[in-house]
């Protein structure tokens, strides 16, 4: 048998059908579903009188527009939002899928309540109309997001119309260095393959760096692999993978359980698998990084300065000087000068109970800077619980954050949770696109621990210096 | 979903790269449970300023490029988030057809489940048809799926690819559903096999 990709091994497993010219039909394994890219779909349902093919394999969640603030029982204000969510519950009801709604404590951000109950599994197709289902990648499933039209497509057939992507490697080699954190490395990795050096590719991160992660920081590393441009972010599975995976409502148990772990042993790309491209990076070579631009390729190391356009060529010089405007930064500025308003902690990269221990050990006896806005805003109901108990929530609450309920919050800002024009923000979350976090709303992207770095000091700051 | 076989049309020259669906359509108008009528809202952010009144740099606001159909943009169009609010918002503004060195992943799928059109041309060509657009109404740059060109205002013919199975879906303007669930004898035995490789899924 010639030499196979885990990428080449998951697609093999899953063609329902093969046309001549090679567009197979991908069978789903978990199709995950939130309330702002499925109304559509579920509408186009009932026109055509079609159903839901498999409703077990099909989970539900809203999280883009719900409240994050205490009081949101007594529901959502705004009407169209309301709306979604409403039509949501009642598609779930209508159609007989799995779902978390809003007052479940289990609710939270579709990518972080999937793996939470078990849903991801390794060696699984898995999508959701929502491009960051890279997240899951970092079980070795194969998952991507999806438009609205292929969720109808997939409600309706349990199937994706699909061609094969090529195979990227992307190497993570030796060890990290003290502060630098799983965002860092994914963010390092846009900057240096730019936000389409991704596009066609399935990657696969690998190397010792990226084995010595937990889960937690895999999810991390696959959840940005988008804005890469990818269609998809994969790591192997491993002993952490089925150590996380074990005993989750979900997940297989007993006999199941010990069948479906010797299949998921044999995921991994075989020695002289063959790579359309490879990217190595030196894990020592890769510093606490912040973002100067918008978009995420707009990458620099903490210690740098804001570059110029005419550091760049082409089509960037042009984006470059947008960008700069559009954040109202300086070329020459040392980027750990630059002032904050807000910071923002959450979201599905970095919304996780890791992330909020990471940030929780730099604000420990700490407060926010005067007239800053700080919150944090947990990935699931089941995270914020969690941190509650270690006492973490405290840490935050003490330190002057808001402590939040769990949804998307102002990763996008669908929600109240809005940036006002010219407000800036040092955000755990994974956009930096104009107005992404509101309207004129400047963002930098950031590990959880630099953004509560710089919470305390108001301006991008090296964590390397507060540890 | 409309047939896609020949447009001729005005283009509007949008010479940005990485143009996100976050700038295309941005997240407030999401909120719709409908596909129709995110055409006024298309570029939103770039097209209004803060008192709703329409800027008029912005090349959609320009007396010329209101009727546009075709798009020709910079690279990596439509990257970031996989909102298909996206592409309904262009057809609702009227635009059939794009044209660019590349488009992000999900997007460009995006397009052809709508009757859009986007083509792939090597960068020094979409810079001919910028220039081309960048005459406004006068020049009308004509797309033919069928032959697979595109022809510019002074007569240049440039070829595109297209993945087959997606013009003749495009062409013929046909359901992706409808043809899968023609194969589902194949999804039935898959789902059999599945039972009994890999119970736990
Ligand atoms: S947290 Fe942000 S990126 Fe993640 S699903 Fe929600 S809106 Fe999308």
Redo the contacts between chains.
């Keep these: 048998m010639s030499p196979k990709t885990l990428y080449d091994k998951i697609w093999d497993a899953h063609v329902?059908?093969q046309?001549e010219?090679g567009?197979c039909?991908l069978?789903i394994?978990r199709h995950l579903v939130h309330e702002?890219?499925s109304?559509?779909a579920f509408?186009g349902l009932r026109m055509?009188g079609?159903t839901v093919?498999a409703p077990d394999?099909t989970i539900a969640v809203p999280d883009?527009?719900v409240p994050t603030t205490l009081d949101r029982a007594k529901g959502i204000e705004?009407e169209?939002?309301r709306?979604?969510v409403e039509?949501l519950d009642k598609n779930a009801k209508d159609f007989g899928i799995h779902y978390y709604p809003v007052s479940d404590i289990r609710q939270g951000i579709v990518h972080i309540v999937g793996p939470e109950q078990g849903w991801t599994?390794p060696?699984?197709t898995v999508v959701c109309?929502?491009?960051h289902t890279a997240t899951h990648g970092a079980f070795g499933a194969l998952a991507?997001?999806?438009?609205?039209?292929?969720v109808?497509?997939v409600l309706?057939?349990?199937?994706l119309?699909q061609?094969k992507s090529k195979n990227m490697k992307v190497e993570i080699t030796g060890k990290l260095l003290p502060g630098v954190t799983a965002k860092d490395i994914t963010l390092s990795v846009i900057g240096k393959t730019g936000?389409?050096g991704g596009?066609?590719y399935v990657i696969e991160y690998c190397g010792e760096a990226i084995r010595d992660l937990s889960m937690e920081g895999r999810m991390t590393v696959c959840n940005m692999a988008i804005e890469g441009?990818a269609?998809a972010g994969l790591i192997a599975p491993d002993d952490k993978t089925f150590a996380y995976v074990m005993g989750r409502p979900h997940a297989?148990k007993g006999a199941?359980?010990e069948?479906?772990l010797a299949?998921w042993k044999t995921l991994y790309s075989d020695d002289d698998a063959h790579w359309d491209k490879v990217v190595t990076l030196k894990g020592e070579d890769i510093a606490p990084v912040v973002t100067w631009g918008t978009?995420p390729e707009d990458v620099l190391p903490i210690t740098g300065t804001v570059p110029a356009p005419a550091d760049f060529t082409?089509?960037?010089v042009?984006?470059a000087k947008?960008s700069l405007e559009y954040m109202g930064l300086e070329p020459g500025t040392p980027l750990n000068q630059i002032k904050i308003d807000t910071v923002f902690i959450g979201s599905c990269t970095n919304g996780r109970i890791e992330d909020l221990r990471a940030a929780a050990e730099i604000l420990k006896g700490k407060k926010v800077k005067d007239g800053m806005r700080a919150m944090v805003v947990p990935g699931s109901g089941l995270v914020r619980a969690q941190a509650e108990e270690e006492g973490l929530a405290q840490i935050f609450i003490d330190a002057g954050f808001e402590w939040r309920l769990a949804g998307c919050s102002m990763c996008?800002?669908?929600n109240p949770d809005q940036l006002s024009?010219g407000e800036r923000c040092a955000a755990t979350s994974n956009?930096n696109?104009?107005?992404?976090q509101g309207?004129g709303g400047r963002t930098h992207l950031m590990s959880p621990a630099m953004a509560a770095a710089a919470a305390v000091t108001g301006h991008l700051t090296d964590i390397r210096e507060m540890m | 979903m409309d047939k896609f076989n020949k447009l001729s049309g005005i283009a509007a020259p949008l010479?940005?790269?990485?143009i996100?669906t976050?700038?295309i359509i941005?997240?407030?108008f999401?909120?719709?449970?409908?596909?129709s009528g995110l055409g006024v809202n298309l570029f939103d952010?770039m097209r209004y300023d803060?008192d709703r009144n329409e800027i008029p740099d912005f090349v959609l606001n320009k007396p010329q490029y209101r009727n546009a159909e075709i798009l020709v943009a910079?690279?990596?169009f439509g990257?970031?988030?996989?909102?298909?609010h996206a592409?309904w918002a262009l057809l609702d503004f009227g635009i059939r057809c794009v044209i660019a060195p590349?488009?992000?992943?999900?997007f460009f799928?995006?397009c052809f489940?709508?009757g859009i059109l986007p083509i792939v041309l090597p960068q020094e060509q979409v810079d001919i048809l910028m220039k081309d657009a960048e005459k406004g109404a006068n020049a009308r740059i004509e797309v033919d799926l069928d032959a697979q060109t595109i022809t510019s205002s002074d007569g240049e013919v440039f070829t595109f690819d297209v993945?087959?199975?997606k013009k003749h879906c495009l062409m013929n303007g046909l359901d992706?559903?409808g043809l899968?669930?023609e194969?589902?004898s194949?999804?039935t035995s898959?789902?059999a096999k599945?039972a009994s490789e890999?119970?736990?899924?």
């Design positions: 329902a059908h046309a010219d567009t039909l069978y394994d702002v890219t109304p559509q509408e055509t079609r093919h394999k883009h527009n705004n169209e939002s709306i979604q039509a599994l060696g699984m109309g929502d491009s991507h997001g999806i438009g609205t039209s292929e109808e497509h309706a057939t349990q199937t119309i061609k936000t389409a596009t066609g441009g269609r297989p199941q359980w069948a479906a299949w978009s082409g089509g960037k042009e984006a947008r996008l800002a669908m024009p956009r696109f104009e107005g992404r309207r | 010479p940005l790269i990485n996100d976050d700038m941005p997240k407030q999401l909120k719709t449970i409908k596909r952010e803060d910079g690279d990596n990257c970031g988030s996989s909102r298909e592409p590349s488009y992000a992943d999900i799928n995006n489940k709508n993945d087959p199975f992706d559903i899968t669930l194969k589902k194949s999804i898959y789902e599945l890999r119970p736990w899924v």
